[in-house]
């Protein structure tokens, strides 16, 4: 914009055109998302003709699947301007819980029910902190991440807890040929999709993440949507902690250590804004795919699980780079 | 303007300046002498505030040119403002909570290096020394926190004198004052003028003006409109330069019939902010809020709303007591409230203005927790025409629009929640003066449809033309209520100066 | 009388009568815990943890974050093991150069990152930290350096001492307490950190050149990691891609923090921290006379961190600002 072509153009300063649709289109971040995912492809194809071989990407996708599914609420943890970092040290607690539960002799449902309670009770710590004490998320949720570890670590101590047989493999368990983790993976991301981008209850976690104050003042229930939020949070930890039990078929308090980083990653990689109001479920739901393509590629390629660490920590800066490039770009 | 050096210190020409293509000031040319106190007026965005700014260094000028004694300089920062001896002293001051009072004085105007010793004793001493000159007590080894904003002033201004500015300009700095601080104030600032050095004073307060000032400057919609010797200019000719029009046209009062008591308040405390607040407000009926910035006005809106609950005292809407104590509550007892700051507490940036214009309306546009977009459309589109709000699209986010047309979206939020009572916290800062008489209009409307109105404005012409009684407060306490029929300019003003400080004068 | 209040109400205070309050009552129950060799147990459980503490604390005043500090210390505890493995007879002191420039290095890419793309440390450090780690495992091709390739000399420095039996490494972390005390307190820079942290938008009005100040504060960090890095191998005598420095950060956070560190910026001592890194040595050297499994530590530092939360809330009274992820 010059300075020339708006003197004194009040009808100029009033209102800028509105943009193509086209244009709105492309510089959304979950298109970069889309492309990612389809060159990923494209490039893992190459590597071993195993990609073009939609059951091996669904069995790989079993591997992430706990992961992912946290971080669609995740997602919207970010988008309401908070974050929450202790999901998977909660999903190792509530594992723990669980798994030390039923080795104790109490019964399956009422120890699946003992590690639901410690996922709720865990989100409501940290929403608790941060709602009704106001302190911020980031440090609460990087004390209680250590926190839960550690009460996993003194639970289980360094062994493993072995799990009844009948409740491993729920990965190897099919609907419609499709592994069950990877099913609740779309359930649960078109249930949340629809619920953040059709209902009020979405609409005010936009409002909230943009501006929190503003949300108050306009009579939005900012504290006790968080709460909702947080809770979620620990609830989706929960399952998604005992998924990964049934998984890998025992308990041990180091399960789900770094998830923190793959979550994240799958929110960013959405295009995710760090700093809240903006974000898809779709997004991340790409973002998740991406992200079981470019570790089963490196798998396959024969990289290092290190190698594939250092690939991931780069991949992540990259990604928020673009994504607050991206915005940037689109929001004056 | 006792000494006769010919050359300004400043010479300011055809300065001009635009944020994102809006001219905000344009082809300014001003001299400012040594040894005299400059006073810059103009209504609220009239481009005072950006000029000093551009002199102080925080905003470079889109054109023009600045000259210190002669010399052509460019003031690219307020570090190389400060260098050529120019400072800003901000109405509530820019400082650094944590540290004492002696390293915010001097911090930034060294130039050693990174890993140069901080002389601690040198500096105290310093640091005591200026203080002593204003003859101000202040503990200098004390962390700023918690100073009170005229020591804070203070501060800024001994920082000035520690960097020996010659350009001293004080942004606005009596609003949060109290009397006798700013006696204090104006005493230490004519003593500076006499040492020679360069004061531009900003203000609202034209008898402050008056009492201080040599020349006044006065600004209009960016544009310079006039410079003279203050004693050449009557108040009428000053309000009428500012202005552009007489006072008068802004009289817009529609005549409501005024009814029942909607919003009754009796002995609303909370401790340390407002005490014993009491008076209601009918259908109908326009009540203003007047008095100084900080007297707590803002305080009780937001304790009324739920924002910040009373700890006692209490309300009553439509006769009936109320128990608010967040905003949902005050929402669904039927009261609106279009808080003062727009960014910080009205709108949502990033978000589309159809998403702004419905947020306070979630069961009309989603009646079953589900949104409805067509409904939410139309609605917004309805409300834009109304209020004749200048866009481009629904679906713009509103970041995107001016001021004016942001509040005019804030206003739709509200009354599509079709309140009975409506709070509005200085509903026209920072508006086009067109616009603000869009606004004036809206206002006496809405009295007009029966709905009780509460209106807090530091402006006095806007709460002598609109309202049907004003109430005043001061140091957190009611000072008065004035009929439409007895109230002017000083008397509000003089309820509106804190009584402590009147009673220890009159004694 | 006003000299004795503030003294009463500093947080310095508060941590040391934490001290001595827990030294008591766990001597009460366990009299072997109040002994000359407890206390070396102590000491040496601290060194490490003080001198990254010190990086911290300037990161946390300046409103930052740093995550990536277990992973510094790993990374560049191992290219100096592995220099001492394959490049027999290089001096040992030249250790020290290259673990500390490494580690400023990876720092300064930390502080590159949050500075040059405006983006929040909390994310830049967790990337990184998942980032070194992974080039630990990358340079050493996941295999550790042994006990027998780390300079004896360098092994010394932890067991023998030039007085009172306290090792050598204790006397370095306290010199590095007494530096970072000089840096913060009587240089122009150490201010202009806390000025930042204070007040970050008032900051470049005064002059302060914010991308330098923040680059050199994630740098001091990294650097202060390598040095924890090379002061591991001497402890420890080994250095191992997966386990040095794992879970670092959290013992640090949370000794800074019960320190008085505000998370809000612009508040912190050298001496609460000190004290800090102190009281999480007696709970960590107390922790196995109690009978309390090492498996606790974790838990322990998690809650520590949310209770000097909580004390930070009570001790201000208008409460920490509704602070989000803090915006670069």
Redesign the interface.
Known sequence: ???A????NI????????RPLLHVILVRPETMTLALLILAVIVASQLSPFFLDINYILRSFTLSAEFAIVALVFTMVIIAGEIDLSPAANMALSACLFAWAQASGIPMPVAILIGLAAGLAMGALNAFMVIALQLPSIIVTIGTLTLYRGLAQIIAGDKSIRVPDWFIGIDKVLVLGIPVPVVIFVVVSLLLGLILA????G??I??IG??E?????????TRRIKLVLFLLMGLVAAVAGMMTASRLGSVRYDLGLGGELQMVLMAMLGGTYIFG??GTILGTFLAAWLLVVVSTGMTVANLLPAIQLTVLGVLLIVAIIATNFIYSRT?? | MSEADATPLISARDI?K?F????VLRGVDLDLMKGEIHALLGENGAGKSTFAKILAG?HLP??GTLALNGQPVEVT???VA?KLGITLIHQEP??????SVA?NLV??R?E???????P?AEMTREAHRYMDLLGVHIDVTRPMRGLSIADQQMVEIARALASDSRLIIMDEPTAPLTPREVETLFGIARRLRDEGRTIIFISHRLEEVRALCDRVTIFRDGDKIATDTIGNLSDADIIRLMIGRPLKEYMHKHSATIGDVALEVQGLTLPGVFYDIGFSVRHGEIVGLGGLVGAGRTDVARAI?G?APAESGTVKVNGKAAEIE???D??ALGLA?V?EDRA????????PVE?NIT??I?GK??PA???RRAVEKSLAQDAVKKLRI????V???I????GG?QQKAILA?WLLADPSILILDEPTRGIDIGVKAEFYDMIGELAAQGRAILLISSEMPELLALCDRILVMAEGRLTAELSRAEANQEKIMSAAVPRSQRVEEAA | MNALRSILVRRETGIAVMIVLFTVVVSLYKPQFFTLNSLRVILLLTPLVMIAAMGQMLVLVARHVDLSIGSMLGLSAMVTGMMFRDMPGIPWGLGFVVAIGIGALLGLVNGALVTLFRLPAIIVTLGTLNLYRGLTFIVSNARQVDRQFIPSELKAMSQTSPILGIPWIIFMAFAVALATYWFV????????I??L???P????????KVTQVTL?VFAISGALSGLAGIMYASRWGFVNPSNTGFGFEFQVIAAVVIGGVSING??GSVLGVVLGVLLMGCVAAALPLLGIPGTAQGAIYGAVILVALLIDRSVRQQGIAGLRIARA
């Open positions: 914009m010059s300075a072509d708006t003197t004194r009808a100029g300063r009033e209102a800028a055109p509105p059709g209902t009020i209850f609409r005010q936009y409002q943009t501006n104050v503003a949300a108050r003042y306009a009579g939005i229930r109001g903006r929001q004056r | 001009s635009s994102a293509g809006v001219e925080v889109t054109r920062n307020p570090v400060q820019i400082s650094f909570p944590d540290l390293e911090l930034g060294s050693d290096g990174w890993f140069s010793k901080v601690w709303f924002v967040k905003p949902e005050a929402i409230f808080p910080v507490a009205g709108i949502f940036r990033t978000l998403q947020a306070a979630p546009i989603a927790g589900i949104i200048r866009l481009a699209s679906k713009q986010p970041g995107e629009l001016s047309n939020r | 307190m009587h240089t122009r820079v150490g201010r202009q806390f000025a942290g204070s007040n938008v008032a900051a470049p009005l005064r002059g302060i050199l612009g508040v």
